[in-house]
C-alpha cells in the first residue's frame, strides 16, 4: 500500500502543476486567409488578332516592329466580318500595308507608322499564296483569307540589298479591266548595283542622261570612271520599262477580249473595303489622316471604314 503524502508535499505539486499549466497559455484558433480575388482578364475577340495576320505589304522590313508600338484595335473589322456586317457571308481577301504620318502622341508630333487593312470581295477563287483563316466560332459563314509572307526574317541578313528592296517596295495588285495608273507614267525606279547601292528615280522625259550621270556624280560620290556606265545602265533600264508597259498593255487588252463573261462581270463588280485602326485610350487618333487611296492598282477603296 502506498505512503499517503504529507500536506507540504502534496500543496507543492498542485502548486507545480498550477503554474505549468498558466504558463501554456490557451490555443488560439488561426483565422482563416482571405480569398485571393481572381484576376480578371477581358475575353479575347474572335478576331481581334486578324489584322496582324495580313502581311503589311510594301513596309520595310527594318519598321515592321514598328507597327507594334501601339496596341491597335481593328474591331471595326471584326464586326463587318460577323453577323450583321457588311462582309458577312462573303468570301474576304484581306491584305495589309502601312501609312506614315504626323500624328499627336502624348502632346508631341511623331511620325507613326499606322497599319491599315484592304478588304476586297469578289466572286472568284484566286490562286495565288492565300492563307485561309479558320474562325475560332463555327457559325462565322465568312471566309477569310489572307496574304502572308514565305520569307523568314532571320534569313534576310543573308539576301543582298536588291533582294531585300524587292520586299520594301511590293504590292498587290490583281488584273482589273481598266489600266493601272502608271501606264503612261515615265518615271522609273533605279537601282544603281554600286556600293552602297544608289536609289533613284529617273524621268525619261524629263530628265538627261548626262546631267542626271553628273548629278551623281557630285551628290552621290559616283566616281568619274562610272558616269558613262551609269547612263547605259539608265539607257537600258528605260527600254525594258517601255517594253513592259507595252507588253502589258497589249496583254491586258487580250485578256480582256478572251475573259469569261462571268469573270469579266465578277471583277466588274469587285468592292474594297479599307480599314483603319478604330480610336482608343491607349492608340494616336488617325480620323484626320484617313484617305481612300489604296495603291496605283487599286486605287481608290470604294469604302472608307
Given at each position: 500500500?502506498?505512503?499517503?503524502?504529507?500536506?507540504?508535499?502534496?500543496?507543492?505539486?498542485?502548486?507545480?502543476?498550477?503554474?505549468?499549466?498558466?504558463?501554456?497559455?490557451?490555443?488560439?484558433?488561426?483565422?482563416?486567409?482571405?480569398?485571393?480575388?481572381?484576376?480578371?482578364?477581358?475575353?479575347?475577340?474572335?478576331?481581334?488578332?486578324?489584322?496582324?495576320?495580313?502581311?503589311?505589304?510594301?513596309?520595310?522590313?527594318?519598321?515592321?516592329?514598328?507597327?507594334?508600338?501601339?496596341?491597335?484595335?481593328?474591331?471595326?473589322?471584326?464586326?463587318?466580318?460577323?453577323?450583321?456586317?457588311?462582309?458577312y457571308e462573303k468570301t474576304v481577301y484581306l491584305f495589309g500595308s502601312t501609312e506614315p504620318q504626323l500624328l499627336g502622341v502624348n502632346g508631341e508630333s511623331k511620325i507613326v507608322l499606322i497599319p491599315i487593312v484592304v478588304a476586297f470581295c469578289i466572286l472568284l477563287m484566286l490562286i495565288?499564296?492565300?492563307?485561309?483563316?479558320?474562325?475560332?466560332?463555327?457559325?462565322?459563314?465568312?471566309?477569310?483569307?489572307?496574304?502572308?509572307?514565305?520569307?523568314?526574317?532571320?534569313?534576310?541578313?543573308?539576301?543582298?540589298?536588291?533582294?531585300?528592296?524587292?520586299?520594301?517596295?511590293?504590292?498587290?495588285?490583281?488584273?482589273?479591266?481598266?489600266?493601272?495608273?502608271?501606264?503612261?507614267?515615265?518615271?522609273?525606279?533605279?537601282?544603281?548595283?554600286?556600293?552602297?547601292?544608289?536609289?533613284?528615280?529617273?524621268?525619261?522625259?524629263?530628265?538627261?542622261?548626262?546631267?542626271?550621270?553628273?548629278?551623281?556624280?557630285?551628290?552621290?560620290?559616283?566616281?568619274?570612271?562610272?558616269?558613262?556606265?551609269?547612263?547605259?545602265?539608265?539607257?537600258?533600264?528605260?527600254?525594258?520599262?517601255?517594253?513592259?508597259?507595252?507588253?502589258?498593255?497589249?496583254?491586258?487588252?487580250?485578256?480582256?477580249?478572251?475573259?469569261?463573261?462571268?469573270?469579266?462581270?465578277?471583277?466588274?463588280?469587285?468592292?474594297?473595303?479599307?480599314?483603319?485602326?478604330?480610336?482608343?485610350?491607349?492608340?494616336?487618333?488617325?480620323?484626320?489622316?484617313?484617305?481612300?487611296?489604296?495603291?496605283?492598282?487599286?486605287?481608290?477603296?470604294?469604302?472608307?471604314?
Amino acid at each position: 500500500m502506498p505512503r499517503p503524502r504529507g500536506r507540504k508535499r502534496a500543496a507543492a505539486a498542485a502548486e507545480e502543476e498550477d503554474a505549468a499549466t498558466r504558463g501554456r497559455g490557451k490555443r488560439v484558433k488561426a483565422s482563416p486567409k482571405p480569398e485571393t480575388e481572381a484576376e480578371y482578364f477581358p475575353e479575347k475577340r474572335n478576331l481581334e488578332d486578324l489584322w496582324l495576320s495580313a502581311f503589311p505589304v510594301g513596309t520595310e522590313w527594318e519598321n515592321i516592329d514598328k507597327i507594334k508600338e501601339f496596341n491597335w484595335n481593328f474591331e471595326n473589322l471584326e464586326k463587318a466580318l460577323e453577323e450583321g456586317g457588311e462582309l458577312y457571308e462573303k468570301t474576304v481577301y484581306l491584305f495589309g500595308s502601312t501609312e506614315p504620318q504626323l500624328l499627336g502622341v502624348n502632346g508631341e508630333s511623331k511620325i507613326v507608322l499606322i497599319p491599315i487593312v484592304v478588304a476586297f470581295c469578289i466572286l472568284l477563287m484566286l490562286i495565288v499564296f492565300w492563307f485561309y483563316r479558320l474562325s475560332r466560332i463555327d457559325s462565322l459563314k465568312t471566309k477569310i483569307f489572307t496574304l502572308g509572307c514565305t520569307q523568314r526574317r532571320s534569313a534576310l541578313r543573308h539576301l543582298k540589298t536588291e533582294r531585300v528592296k524587292l520586299f520594301d517596295y511590293c504590292m498587290p495588285y490583281y488584273m482589273p479591266l481598266n489600266p493601272p495608273e502608271n501606264e503612261d507614267d515615265t518615271v522609273i525606279n533605279i537601282l544603281y548595283p554600286f556600293e552602297p547601292p544608289i536609289f533613284c528615280e529617273f524621268n525619261w522625259e524629263m530628265d538627261d542622261y548626262e546631267d542626271f550621270a553628273d548629278e551623281k556624280v557630285r551628290e552621290e560620290g559616283l566616281p568619274e570612271d562610272e558616269r558613262e556606265k551609269m547612263k547605259e545602265f539608265l539607257k537600258e533600264k528605260v527600254r525594258e520599262r517601255k517594253r513592259e508597259l507595252k507588253q502589258a498593255k497589249e496583254a491586258r487588252k487580250k485578256a480582256i477580249d478572251d475573259m469569261d463573261p462571268k469573270i469579266k462581270e465578277a471583277f466588274e463588280n469587285i468592292q474594297c473595303y479599307k480599314f483603319y485602326p478604330v480610336k482608343t485610350l491607349d492608340t494616336p487618333d488617325v480620323s484626320n489622316v484617313k484617305a481612300r487611296y489604296i495603291n496605283r492598282y487599286y486605287r481608290n477603296a470604294h469604302h472608307l471604314m
